[in-house]
């Protein structure tokens, strides 16, 4: 199979047992919170997927820690992204990705509310890309107390063919600037990187000139502002993987009942209308018409200036995508987040 490169997508390269490491994507489920140590399983084919058409497992190497491993993806570059899976607040950081040979090893860490490593399911996502156009841009924040910065330019990308920057603005509070991609549109996903107690999320974006600017807070877990590395991606009008299908949402009402989120926020590849139901506190579906939901990957950032933080509870066809909200503390809260499924 093959995406047209011509809508700015990644393309699908058929996988041999010699192919050299290559750019693309990967996204797994991690659904063996407790699977033996040192063991490598492979999660379900429905949520599990690789560019070249390699297998990805999974290996819990500790209380709290895995290494998701995703063959023939082994260049240094791209961006992950991860979220913690069900229906308690443990929340996941990517602790660093490396390759190995030819396979690229992505590192995770879960922890409860208070701090402890904690077996957890999880998404995780990678992408490495290098093809030009459209709104798309990532990077790397490994920076976290210099006033101003190119981060990394081996980990981050922009569809323009510009160089990102960042500004810290003060403890734990960065504005990322992707120039020549500006726009009152699209869609932001944020990921604490390291083998820290801290959690990142988006505030706001906007357009500044050409450029887009979007504002990131990371807190410790218990809600005080923390400088912190991170991983961001920015999309208008694709997923962040670069693939279709895809959609994403920015909720804006976290206590409505039902409601339509902001249409310059949202996308469908499939043309529809997505929309948000509240079923109680901290509890939202999100529906995504036309998407493969016995599919595919999620992702989920919470948005705002509070330390509170969103992950995905679940997603299938008959209930949509499933997400919840906490406080730091762990208690159940209705806040605004950003949702994205790709497949």
């Known amino acids: 199979m093959t995406v047209a490169l011509a809508a ?34 492979t999660p379900s084919g429905y949520y599990s997927r690789n560019s070249t058409g390699a297998v990805n497992t999974v290996v819990r190497t500790g209380i709290g820690q895995y290494t998701v491993r995703m063959p023939r993806l082994g260049l240094p570059g ?105 726009s009152a549109a699209g869609h932001v996903q944020v990921t604490a990187y390291g083998d820290v107690l801290a959690r990142c999320k988006v505030v706001n974006w906007y357009p500044s000139g050409t450029a887009q600017l979007v504002n990131v807070r990371c807190f410790t877990l218990g809600g005080a502002l923390r400088d912190t590395r991170f991983t961001l991606t920015y999309a208008r009008g694709i997923g962040i993987l670069r693939t279709t299908p895809a959609a994403y949402a920015w909720a804006n009402q976290p206590t409505t009942g039902s409601y339509t989120p902001a249409v310059a926020y949202q996308y469908n590849s499939a043309g529809y209308t997505n929309r948000i139901t509240r079923t109680g506190v901290g509890v939202y579906r999100v529906w995504t018409p036309g998407m493969p939901l016995g599919y595919g990957d999620v992702q989920v950032t919470a948005y705002g200036t509070s330390s509170a933080h969103c992950k995905v509870d679940y997603w299938t066809p008959s209930t949509g995508i499933q997400v919840r909200c906490y406080t730091a503390s762990g208690a159940p809260a209705d806040t605004y987040y950003d949702v994205s499924f790709a497949r």
């Open 8 to 41: 700015g997508l990644i393309a699908l390269t058929p996988f041999t047992a010699h192919a050299a490491p290559s750019r693309g994507f990967a996204y797994v489920w991690a659904n063996q919170a407790s699977a033996p140590l040192n063991t490598p399983y």
């Open 78 to 182: 791209g961006t992950v992204h991860v979220t913690a899976y069900g229906a308690t607040s443990h929340s996941c950081n990517v602790a660093y990705w490396t390759p190995v040979g030819d396979r690229l090893d992505v590192h995770v860490r879960c922890f409860t509310p208070a701090g402890y490593r904690a077996n957890t399911r999880f998404t995780a996502s990678f992408v490495n890309t290098s093809y030009l156009g459209g709104r798309f841009g990532y990077l790397w924040a490994n920076q976290p107390t210099t006033g101003s910065y190119t981060p990394s330019t081996t980990y981050q990308f922009n569809s323009a063919g510009a160089t990102n920057t960042i500004t810290r603005g003060g403890v734990g509070q960065y504005t990322v600037r992707l120039p020549a991609i500006g």
